[in-house]
């Protein structure tokens, strides 16, 4: 086999591995993973985009409900937080779906600055989920185009 | 069952998603397709009664809990009352006691928690007797 295809292929194992390892992905990402098929060779980025989509979404309208100070509407808030934990449990965005669980809680107790920095951390932690599958969308596209096959990974 | 997704394709088993979420709607759309079973996907309880109303029909209906406009134990309760007999499951990340209650006494025949997987949804097929082992 080509060694540089092989090195990739070794690479993109370790990739994915450690973006398991490292509680960014949960079996749901294998789940999906394991629905993309011939007839859709492009599933996962698709249902992936979408989730993207809807973090840009939600966070923007709890941005919103949260910057009116004083008449903050936690209900509001609490309701787009559990859209987003719906979507990230569906997807396997292990950290996004582990902070949504508190961020639910710091709604019920009406907890302003709670919230506040909560919404921070959900923002930073889906775009780093994004740029970390960008570049394991990158590695696939390297080891197609040396003329390899992308390898299936067994995280257990 | 590990490793072994059931083709229903033969079975001509229908489904309809219900759920508001785009996300869960792709998740859920490719699941029933990767088992064989043709479905159509709604986003609300309103437009699940909807299609029910224009004459459409299906064996199994897979519906959220929380949706704007009409939310799933309003949507089940309906359905109920309009005589649709379809199996019906519950599929959300609510897992309160009290919440799965109220919604299983809509009219629900199962209940699975979100995400939902290939071995849940064969689960809902077996407890629900759509799916005979050969």
Same mark, same amino acid.
Not at chain 2, 18 to 47: A, C, M, P, T, Y
């Given at each position: 086999?080509?060694? =540089?295809?092989?090195?990739?292929?070794?690479?993109?194992?370790?990739?994915?591995?450690?973006?398991?390892?490292?509680?960014?992905?949960?079996?749901?990402?294998?789940?999906?993973?394991?629905?993309?098929?011939?007839?859709?060779?492009?599933?996962?980025?698709?249902?992936?985009?979408?989730?993207?989509?809807?973090?840009?979404?939600?966070?923007?309208?709890?941005?919103?409900? $949260?910057?009116?100070?004083? &008449?903050?509407?936690?209900?509001?808030?609490? %309701?787009?937080?559990?859209?987003?934990?719906?979507?990230?449990?569906?997807?396997?965005?292990?950290?996004?779906?582990?902070?949504?669980?508190?961020?639910?809680?710091?709604?019920?107790?009406?907890?302003?600055?709670?919230?506040?920095?909560?919404?921070?951390?959900?923002?930073?932690?889906?775009?780093?989920?994004?740029?970390?599958?960008?570049?394991?969308?990158?590695?696939?596209?390297?080891?197609?185009?040396?003329?390899?096959?992308?390898?299936?990974?067994?995280?257990? | 069952?590990?490793?072994?997704?059931?083709?229903?394709?033969?079975?001509?088993? &229908?489904?309809?998603?219900?759920?508001?979420?785009?996300?869960?709607?792709?998740? =859920? =759309?490719? $699941?029933?397709?990767? $088992?064989?079973?043709?479905?159509?996907?709604?986003?609300?309880?309103?437009?699940?009664?909807?299609?029910?109303?224009?004459?459409?029909?299906?064996?199994?209906?897979?519906?959220?809990?929380?949706?704007?406009?009409?939310?799933?134990?309003? %949507?089940?309760?309906? $359905?109920?009352?309009?005589?649709?007999?379809?199996?019906?499951?519950?599929?959300?990340?609510?897992?309160?006691?009290?919440?799965?209650?109220?919604?299983?006494?809509?009219?629900?025949?199962?209940?699975?928690?979100?995400?939902?997987?290939?071995?849940?949804?064969?689960?809902?097929? =077996?407890?629900?007797?759509?799916?005979?082992?050969?």
């Amino acid at each position: 086999m080509d060694a =540089h295809v092989a090195q990739l292929q070794m690479q993109y194992r370790n990739y994915i591995l450690s973006l398991y390892q490292q509680g960014f992905l949960d079996d749901q990402f294998t789940e999906l993973k394991s629905l993309q098929d011939d007839g859709s060779p492009d599933f996962v980025a698709e249902v992936l985009s979408l989730f993207f989509d809807d973090c840009v979404k939600l966070v923007g309208n709890m941005a919103r409900a $949260l910057d009116q100070i004083g &008449t903050v509407d936690f209900c509001q808030v609490g %309701a787009n937080v559990h859209q987003l934990k719906g979507s990230s449990s569906s997807v396997g965005a292990k950290r996004v779906k582990g902070l949504c669980i508190n961020f639910k809680e710091l709604c019920e107790a009406k907890n302003y600055e709670g919230c506040v920095r909560c919404l921070q951390q959900v923002d930073i932690e889906y775009k780093t989920l994004k740029a970390k599958l960008q570049d394991m969308f990158n590695l696939e596209k390297q080891i197609v185009q040396a003329g390899g096959i992308v390898p299936q990974v067994d995280i257990n | 069952m590990a490793g072994e997704v059931p083709n229903l394709e033969a079975s001509k088993l &229908t489904a309809l998603v219900v759920d508001d979420n785009f996300v869960n709607q792709s998740v =859920h =759309h490719k $699941l029933l397709d990767r $088992l064989g079973i043709k479905n159509d996907v709604v986003s609300n309880g309103q437009e699940a009664v909807d299609v029910h109303c224009s004459g459409r029909n299906y064996d199994l209906i897979l519906m959220d809990m929380d949706m704007p406009i009409m939310n799933g134990i309003q %949507a089940t309760r309906r $359905l109920r009352e309009m005589g649709i007999e379809s199996k019906i499951a519950g599929v959300t990340t609510r897992a309160e006691e009290e919440e799965v209650k109220e919604f299983m006494e809509a009219g629900l025949n199962d209940f699975q928690e979100k995400p939902l997987t290939i071995s849940k949804l064969v689960s809902i097929l =077996h407890n629900l007797e759509l799916y005979v082992q050969t």
